[in-house]
């Protein structure tokens, strides 16, 4: 008969499950307690009150809302166009689009 060649494995390479859960929720924990350590500082320090702070009434020039309204639009046509392209064109526009992003 002939002789099967059967690969070995390299689990010793690779990280355990639990290691890498433990990897991911540890860097979530730190960058997390650093975000709210961030935040706590600037809480302190901050001079304004909430009605200021929600509203930020008349502390923005045009040019700050023009391009925050041109990123809006912008993340709108990224994330709706591809459906929108397979839905009214079927198969062949989602494959034009595909196509032309590359």
């Not at 909430?50 to 009434?57: E, H, N, V």
Request: net charge neutral.
């Amino acid at each position: 008969p002939a002789r099967v060649h059967v690969a070995r494995t390299m689990s010793a390479d690779y990280v355990s499950q639990g290691g890498a859960y433990g990897a991911v929720y540890g860097t979530l924990a730190v960058f997390l307690c650093i975000s709210l350590a961030i935040g706590y500082r600037f809480l302190r320090s901050a001079t304004q009150d909430s009605d200021q702070y929600l509203t930020a009434r008349n502390s923005q020039g045009i040019v700050s809302l023009s391009l925050s309204f041109f990123a809006t639009g912008a993340g709108a046509w990224v994330l709706f166009t591809v459906p929108e392209a397979s839905i009214i064109g079927g198969p062949v526009a989602l494959a034009g689009y595909t196509l032309s992003t590359l």
